[in-house]
C-alpha cells in the first residue's frame, strides 16, 4: 500500500525555523532518492531537496543554504530541516519519491507522481 505522511508545519515568524517530517510506506521509500515538494497558491508544485539512501543530497537554490534534508532508513522517515524562513517559504510540502542527483528540471519533476500524502502546511509570516 502506497503510503505517505507529512507533519511538522506550522506559522512561524521571517527568519524562524521548522522540522518537517515524513514517513513513507517501503514501495515509496525502496525508491533511491527521497525528495520535498512544495506548492504555494497559484504556483506549480517544486521539488525543493533531494537524498539518496546514501546521504546525497541535493537542494534548488531558492533554498540551497537554508535547508538540509535528511533520512532515517530504518524509520521510512524523511526530515526537512528548514532555517532563516522567508515569507515567500510559505507552501504546502509534500514528500516523495525523487531523482537520483540533480534533477534535470526542478519544477516539473512533480509531475511524473500520481500519488501524494496530505502535505503539511508552512506560513512564514513577515
Known amino acids: 500500500q502506497v503510503r505517505l505522511v507529512e507533519s511538522g508545519g506550522g506559522l512561524v515568524q521571517a527568519g524562524g525555523s521548522l522540522r518537517l517530517s515524513c514517513t513513507a510506506s517501503?514501495?515509496?521509500?525502496?525508491?533511491?532518492?527521497m525528495g520535498w515538494y512544495r506548492q504555494a497558491p497559484g504556483k506549480q508544485r517544486e521539488l525543493v531537496a533531494t537524498?539518496?539512501?546514501?546521504?546525497?543530497?541535493a537542494y534548488a537554490d531558492s533554498v540551497k543554504g537554508r535547508f538540509t534534508i535528511s533520512r532515517d532508513n530504518a524509520k521510512n522517515t524523511v526530515y526537512l530541516q528548514m532555517n532563516s524562513l522567508k515569507p515567500e517559504d510559505t507552501a504546502v510540502y509534500y514528500c516523495?519519491?525523487?531523482?537520483?542527483?540533480?534533477?534535470?528540471?526542478?519544477?516539473?519533476?512533480?509531475?511524473?507522481?500520481?500519488?501524494w500524502g496530505q502535505g503539511t502546511q508552512v506560513t512564514v509570516s513577515s
Open positions: 537524498a539518496t539512501r546514501g546521504g546525497m543530497t
Open positions: 516523495n519519491g525523487a531523482p537520483r542527483g540533480l534533477p534535470p528540471s526542478w519544477t516539473s519533476w512533480a509531475a511524473l507522481y500520481d500519488y
Open positions: 517501503d514501495s515509496i521509500f525502496s525508491s533511491e532518492a
